[in-house]
């Protein structure tokens, strides 16, 4: 059977989560009468609501307020679950979005188990997308964008093996490729973070003494990442909401995000690298709070940087990074899988040794370093979650780092985090509404 075919009817069958007697179900399908499989708590461990419970309204807007984003219901009668996203799109439309987004999902089996509930939601993503703009089908505005193959020397083409030679670590990084400094400000802060005398307020002076991060950081505070009621107007009131280590880690982030500007833009459109980056952030947070994992800007400023070693390629080597991404088009390949032979080594192992470089906490450095192969880490859990964060994102193609498929999910990885079904659901709504927003954060300063 056509592959696409196959894939199309895909689009239109739900997966349920395979738990006997109840439904993992998001909170904006969750309806006044529902009865609660499980006890609720928040992220903290906080308990919130009892197994068996009948939920009312006022028990959703309890739910919603502690930021809870899916809860576990006993198996109710057909009708009480609203209706699934896709059974309110025309079929004709659903398949046609099914159709735009399968060379991208081409490494998957998306006719099996969790990759097929991947799959039904970005196509369900997709169709809605196609429905609001309104403007006539076009498969190549749906491929991967942010490196531009128009952009590619006829130089480049072909001839992979013979101008790059395979080299060593050793030799790439001493004589090919120059760390960046970063300005003083970064180690102040990193500093100050890493000294257990250093105060919150140490911390908020240090922030104020430089107005562009001082601003953005209170835009991310004030955001939709975080929800509070109330305006937070001062850097000392974000480290005491926040927390120091979590706004000394948000600092850092956008410290290095501005002080990539010196990229050439005829290969990386920097705009989708960073709004992929930042849907990587946002959803790499999501699934570490419903882990329950203790530092989740830590997951954050992990998702956002786990291809920063893929930029400095680009600045030192451009020539290489045009021939890996011909390579891996024409051979239907990876990006990362195609590095070691065109680059030297893989981004990855690039992005670990500036963090080193630059010494950050080994925990970023585990995560960039084995964001492909989370289960090779000597700590997998975080990695393991930055994985599934940069696969959802893929899947949904929100903006691009210059990889054409979706990676496969590992089986051994899911088993790993061992979530629900439902994650992907929960963490695509999330993106979705708050990439927007921390995108225009930063604009052009990115």
Same mark, same amino acid.
């Given at each position: 059977?056509?592959?696409?075919?196959?894939?199309?009817?895909?689009?239109?069958?739900? !997966?349920?989560?395979? &738990?006997?007697?109840?439904?993992?179900?998001?909170?904006?399908?969750?309806?006044?009468?529902?009865?609660?499989?499980?006890?609720?708590?928040?992220?903290?461990?906080?308990?919130?609501?009892?197994?068996?419970?009948?939920?009312?309204?006022?028990?959703?807007?309890?739910?919603?307020?502690?930021?809870?984003?899916?809860?576990?219901?006993?198996?109710?009668?057909?009708?009480?679950?609203?209706?699934?996203?896709?059974?309110?799109?025309?079929?004709?439309?659903?398949?046609?979005?099914?159709?735009?987004?399968?060379? &991208?999902?081409?490494?998957?089996?998306?006719?099996?188990? !969790?990759?097929?509930?991947?799959?039904?939601?970005?196509?369900?993503?997709?169709?809605?997308?196609?429905?609001?703009?309104?403007?006539?089908?076009?498969?190549?505005?749906?491929?991967?964008?942010?490196?531009?193959?128009?952009?590619?020397?006829? @130089?480049?083409?072909?001839?992979?093996?013979?101008?790059?030679?395979?080299?060593?670590?050793?030799?790439?990084?001493?004589?090919?490729?120059?760390?960046?400094?970063?300005?003083?400000?970064?180690?102040?802060?990193?500093? #100050?973070?890493?000294?257990?005398?250093?105060? #919150?307020?140490?911390?908020?002076?240090?922030?104020?003494?430089?107005?562009?991060?001082?601003? $953005?950081?209170? &835009?991310? #505070?004030?955001?939709?990442?975080?929800?509070?009621?109330?305006?937070?107007?001062?850097?000392?009131?974000?480290?005491?909401?926040?927390? @120091?280590?979590?706004?000394?880690?948000?600092?850092?982030?956008?410290?290095?995000? @501005?002080?990539?500007?010196?990229?050439?833009?005829?290969?990386?459109?920097?705009?989708?690298?960073?709004?992929?980056?930042?849907?990587?952030?946002?959803?790499?947070?999501?699934?570490?709070?419903?882990?329950?994992?203790?530092?989740?800007?830590?997951?954050?400023?992990?998702?956002?940087?786990?291809?920063?070693?893929?930029?400095?390629?680009?600045?030192?080597?451009?020539?290489?990074?045009?021939?890996?991404?011909? &390579?891996?088009?024409?051979?239907?390949?990876?990006?990362?899988? *195609?590095?070691?032979?065109?680059?030297?080594?893989?981004?990855?192992?690039?992005?670990?040794?500036?963090?080193?470089?630059?010494?950050?906490?080994?925990?970023?450095?585990?995560?960039?370093?084995?964001?492909?192969?989370?289960?090779?880490?000597?700590? $997998?859990?975080?990695?393991?979650? !930055?994985?599934?964060?940069?696969?959802?994102?893929?899947?949904?193609?929100?903006?691009?780092?210059?990889?054409?498929?979706?990676?496969?999910?590992?089986?051994?990885?899911?088993?790993?985090?061992?979530?629900?079904?439902?994650?992907?659901?929960?963490?695509?709504?999330? *993106?979705?509404?708050?990439?927007?927003?921390?995108?225009?954060?930063?604009?052009?300063?990115?």
């Amino acid at each position: 059977m056509d592959r696409v075919r196959t894939i199309s009817s895909v689009a239109a069958c739900r !997966v349920r989560d395979p &738990r006997r007697s109840m439904d993992t179900v998001i909170i904006d399908e969750i309806a006044p009468g529902m009865t609660l499989a499980e006890d609720v708590y928040d992220r903290n461990g906080r308990f919130l609501l009892a197994k068996n419970l009948k939920l009312t309204s006022k028990h959703l807007r309890i739910l919603k307020i502690w930021g809870i984003t899916g809860v576990e219901i006993v198996n109710t009668a057909e009708g009480s679950v609203r209706k699934p996203a896709e059974s309110q799109i025309d079929p004709i439309m659903l398949e046609k979005a099914a159709r735009s987004i399968a060379k &991208r999902f081409s490494h998957m089996d998306v006719e099996h188990g !969790v990759e097929r509930e991947l799959f039904r939601l970005c196509a369900v993503r997709q169709a809605r997308v196609m429905l609001e703009s309104n403007q006539p089908y076009d498969e190549s505005e749906l491929q991967p964008g942010a490196l531009q193959s128009s952009a590619f020397p006829d @130089t480049c083409r072909d001839s992979t093996r013979s101008r790059y030679p395979k080299r060593s670590p050793f030799s790439l990084l001493e004589k090919e490729i120059i760390l960046p400094a970063l300005p003083c400000i970064f180690h102040q802060i990193n500093d #100050a973070i890493n000294n257990p005398r250093s105060s #919150a307020r140490d911390i908020a002076d240090i922030i104020q003494n430089d107005s562009s991060l001082s601003a $953005r950081l209170l &835009r991310i #505070a004030n955001s939709v990442l975080y929800g509070f009621r109330s305006k937070i107007d001062t850097i000392s009131r974000a480290v005491v909401v926040i927390g @120091t280590k979590e706004v000394g880690s948000l600092a850092l982030g956008i410290t290095i995000m @501005t002080h990539f500007n010196n990229i050439p833009t005829h290969i990386i459109d920097m705009k989708s690298f960073w709004k992929h980056h930042m849907a990587c952030a946002i959803a790499s947070r999501i699934i570490a709070g419903y882990k329950n994992t203790a530092n989740l800007e830590r997951l954050f400023i992990g998702g956002l940087l786990h291809d920063i070693g893929r930029l400095i390629v680009c600045k030192y080597m451009p020539d290489e990074l045009l021939a890996s991404i011909q &390579r891996a088009q024409r051979e239907d390949k990876f990006l990362h899988e *195609v590095e070691p032979e065109t680059v030297g080594l893989m981004h990855s192992t690039i992005g670990a040794l500036l963090l080193k470089e630059w010494k950050l906490p080994v925990s970023l450095e585990n995560i960039v370093k084995y964001h492909h192969q989370p289960l090779q880490a000597p700590d $997998r859990l975080e990695p393991a979650i !930055v994985n599934l964060a940069d696969i959802i994102v893929n899947a949904a193609g929100i903006g691009s780092s210059g990889e054409q498929f979706v990676p496969p999910l590992d089986p051994e990885a899911w088993s790993y985090l061992d979530l629900p079904h439902s994650i992907f659901a929960i963490t695509l709504k999330h *993106v979705d509404r708050q990439v927007g927003e921390l995108t225009r954060i930063f604009g052009n300063g990115v």
